[in-house]
């Protein structure tokens, strides 16, 4: 899933990396038991992941880009399990994950129907009980514009909620501010 390049000279910027750390990653996961092993679905160059590699006890991430998942293994080495694969079809076993977060790339998928089975493998690999949580941006028009010759499907956050649970989850919640949404859900015990 190819991205401009202005896409991904902000997404590499130390700005983002600032803006992951302080804002988004915080926001999103507030409220959230990460439990013991985290699976970090689609962290592109990996600003997620260096807030992750923190405070998970344990990370996996898979990103479905060679290069990236590459350069990913590079920085991080034995911190993080990087596997190169992609969140529709993980080669994953199952209930072997705490948690399963995503941040700013569920709008990546090319369709809906790749969304949703992206929801639909995180809880096949979550343990029961484990926690699924994201975030991803509004759409805008601004957002149309830094993805001209990118992958955009943006998700409706008022849709949201029917479709995790139409994967299986359960305490479901949506909220937003301006420019972000954010989603928790539970695999039932």
Not at 22 to 31: C, I, N, Q, S
Not at 95 to 118: G, K, N
Request: aromatic letters at 6%; charged letters at 25%.
């Amino acid at each position: 899933m190819p991205m401009n390049l202005a896409h991904r000279v902000l997404c590499r910027s130390s700005s983002w990396n600032r803006s992951a750390e302080r804002e988004f990653v915080p926001w999103t996961l507030e409220h959230v038991e990460l439990g013991d092993h985290v699976l970090e679905i689609g962290p592109g160059f990996g600003a997620t992941t260096r807030v992750l590699v923190d405070i998970a006890p344990r990370l996996t991430a898979v990103e479905i880009d060679l290069d990236s998942a590459a350069r990913l293994q590079r920085i991080h080495g034995e911190a993080v399990e990087v596997v190169c694969g992609d969140a529709t079809a993980l080669d994953l076993p199952d209930d072997s994950y705490s948690a399963a977060v995503c941040f700013t790339m569920l709008h990546h998928v090319p369709d809906a129907v790749l969304q949703d089975r992206l929801f639909s493998e995180a809880y096949r690999v979550l343990r029961p009980g484990g926690v699924f949580a994201g975030s991803d941006s509004r759409a805008s028009l601004r957002m149309r514009m830094l993805h001209i010759g990118d992958t955009y499907v943006p998700v409706d956050p008022a849709r949201l909620p029917d479709r995790l649970r139409r994967a299986g989850y359960e305490d479901v919640h949506v909220d937003s501010n301006a420019r972000r949404f954010r989603f928790r859900a539970r695999k039932p015990a």
